[in-house]
């Protein structure tokens, strides 16, 4: 692996080790609407992206405008993305949400490159790919539960938060390609980010008037809020983008396997939720997956 490619992992793993926050970060704002978390977070997060790289968004736009199907599909999927993740960790809890949305999506990765990029599948990939999985699956099928019983997840509740999960690990590995094309034809990374969540911001942030009434009933809304939009959106992001300039999509979603391991020991630190054995089996899966594509000659 090259040094590029090697820093470029690591920005990727340093983003999902971000990014495992913001499920318990939205615990703490529990009277505020996922959807009001989600589109504040990814909205006011993606207006930072645009404007950190306006010079480098000026300079490619034309050319990115000549793009509108890729341009459209990336943008899209990142407004979508905040509010279907959100939602599943609300309710499906922590955990399983962010396993469901994060550990499926090098799955969709995988098939966008392998339809549209005609890329082959190499057998490390593979097994590495299938270890992160079972650990995913045991993980999510372990007996987690959270200790506030009266916000624990229902019957009814898991299911829904599970399909959503699956809706954003669809949308997340979609814009992560998108960003990736822009990226392979020569577009700076922060032209590429910056005009994606620049537009997707103005999808994401006007739904606040619908999702957000109570934004501003407790302080410590705002503080969860701008924590999200401010860390795990904007900075996560940008640790993101400049990994994808030196590895693959799907190489890139499949290291934020390491995300879902973040998210459940902060989960079971902090706010309770229970980690069965089952659970610390698939954690280590993971690891042994993560261990495995880092020997990876990144592309």
């Not at 926050?21 to 645009?50: E, K, V």
């Not at 993740?85 to 809890?93: D, L, V």
């Not at 103005?202 to 809304?221: C, G, K, V, Y």
Request: some cysteine.
């Amino acid at each position: 692996m090259s040094i590029q490619a090697y820093l470029g992992s690591i920005a990727v793993l340093g983003a999902a080790l971000i990014w495992g926050t913001t499920g318990t970060a939205a615990a703490y704002a529990p009277n505020l609407s996922p959807l009001a978390i989600g589109a504040f977070a990814m909205g006011f997060g993606g207006i930072l992206q645009a404007l950190i790289a306006k010079r480098s968004i000026q300079k490619y736009w034309r050319n990115i405008l000549q793009q509108r199907s890729l341009l459209s599909a990336g943008v899209l999927s990142v407004a979508i993305y905040p509010l279907a993740f959100y939602s599943s960790m609300y309710y499906a809890g922590v955990t399983i949400g962010t396993v469901i949305s994060i550990g499926t999506a090098p799955i969709f990765s995988a098939l966008l490159e392998r339809f549209f990029n005609h890329q082959s599948l190499s057998l490390r990939w593979v097994i590495s790919f299938i270890l992160g999985i079972l650990g995913v699956v045991l993980l999510t099928f372990s007996d987690n539960h959270a200790s506030n019983t009266a916000d624990a997840v229902t019957a009814l509740n898991k299911p829904l938060g599970i399909i959503l999960g699956l809706v954003a690990a669809a949308t997340y590995s979609t814009y992560s390609w998108a960003a990736k094309q822009f990226i392979n034809q020569g577009f700076d990374a922060k032209a590429a980010m910056g005009s994606i969540f620049g537009l997707a911001a103005f999808i994401l942030i006007p739904s606040l008037f619908w999702t957000a009434q109570n934004l501003l009933d407790e302080a410590r809304h705002l503080y969860v809020v701008t924590y999200m939009a401010a860390i795990p959106m904007f900075l996560g992001y940008l640790l993101f983008g400049y990994g994808l300039k030196t590895v693959s999509a799907s190489y890139a979603t499949t290291l934020t396997l390491f995300e879902p391991v973040v998210a459940a020991l902060f989960a079971a630190l902090l706010i309770g939720e229970k980690i069965a054995i089952l659970g610390w089996i698939g954690i280590v899966m993971i690891f042994a997956c993560l261990l495995i594509l880092s020997l990876k000659k990144a592309s």
